[in-house]
């Protein structure tokens, strides 16, 4: 053994680990087995965590690591890991930093050459996808969208035109607003799927287009409760044409600039993946 090896050897190692978004059954054996072994879990809201211990009859100690100490307070985790003690990172539900705290840790970590090991499990927008009946061998995860009007159909206009599935977290308080804007943007045949309250009781997963879905959750309050998932199936050109989006005409209008137009064209299809002929026409016609 080197003295390298030797000294990370003995260097705690950083868990992150997946727990459920709902259902408890959906806890792996081997998350457990880690919130059991380590010397530390590092959770987003002790008090929230704190019951999912109990039920599972974990006993390892809690601290806070959310959003407003991550930055300023990771140093005293990597401490731990650094003197030999492993550290389970968690959070409130679901995956660590997907649209949750856990960045900033898990890069102090690797940048102080400590070991990160995921630990997979339940993740909101992976369930949603698979049961929604869009294509799922390509798509984006936008998150949560802004939460004031003007931003958010800012943003939804960005993507108006993206090809891939998307997928967007909202909040129960906005939801209704955020499928008003999206039937708004993107049309209101846009076909969506909404998963509300995944694995829990009052599971819901309802398919539509963005008209109807939106009507649909304006007609019942319930459905606007509970975490929501929200899938909209990405923009399809028109039956017999291809589309060039948004994306493409903006890198081909400042090559156009620098560029005559059958390089410009050429270029554009090497950044964007359009095909090259599709882009030449729009060359010309900028041009002209």
């Known amino acids: 053994m080197t003295a390298t090896d030797a000294v990370n050897s003995a260097i705690g190692t950083l868990y992150v680990v997946a727990t459920p978004i709902g259902n408890l059954e959906d806890i792996s054996a081997r998350a457990l087995r880690i919130l059991n072994e380590v010397a530390l879990i590092a959770a987003e809201d002790t008090r929230h965590s704190a019951r999912l211990l109990q039920h599972f009859s974990i006993k390892t100690p809690l601290a806070a690591c959310h959003e407003h100490n991550e930055r300023d307070e990771g140093g005293r985790f990597i401490q731990r890991l650094l003197a030999g003690d492993s550290v ?14 856990g960045y900033h840790l898990v890069r102090q970590a690797r940048a102080a050459c400590v070991r990160v090991v995921p630990v997979p ?131 081909l209008k400042l090559l156009l600039a620098e560029l005559p137009v059958k390089r410009a064209a050429a270029v554009a299809a090497e950044i964007t993946g359009v095909r090259k002929n599709l882009l030449y026409q729009l060359a010309l016609q900028e041009k002209s």
């Open 88 to 101: 389970a990172l968690i959070s409130d539900a679901g995956t660590p930093l997907i649209s949750d705290p």
């Open 121 to 251: 499990g339940a993740c909101a927008l992976v369930a949603a996808l698979c049961a929604a009946g869009l294509p799922s061998d390509r798509f984006i995860f936008e998150g949560f969208l802004p939460a004031k009007r003007t931003g958010r159909r800012s943003r939804l206009e960005q993507l108006r035109q993206e090809p891939r599935t998307l997928i967007f977290y909202e909040a129960p308080h906005r939801i209704l607003d955020c499928l008003q804007d999206m039937a708004s943007v993107f049309g209101g045949e846009r076909v969506a799927v909404l998963g509300r309250e995944l694995t829990k009781t009052f599971e819901t997963l309802k398919g539509a287009p963005l008209a109807a879905l939106e009507q649909w959750v304006a007609a019942d309050a319930n459905q606007q409760r509970g975490e929501c998932v929200v899938v909209v199936a990405g923009c399809r050109a028109p039956e017999g044409e291809e589309s060039v989006d948004d994306n493409a005409r903006r890198v």
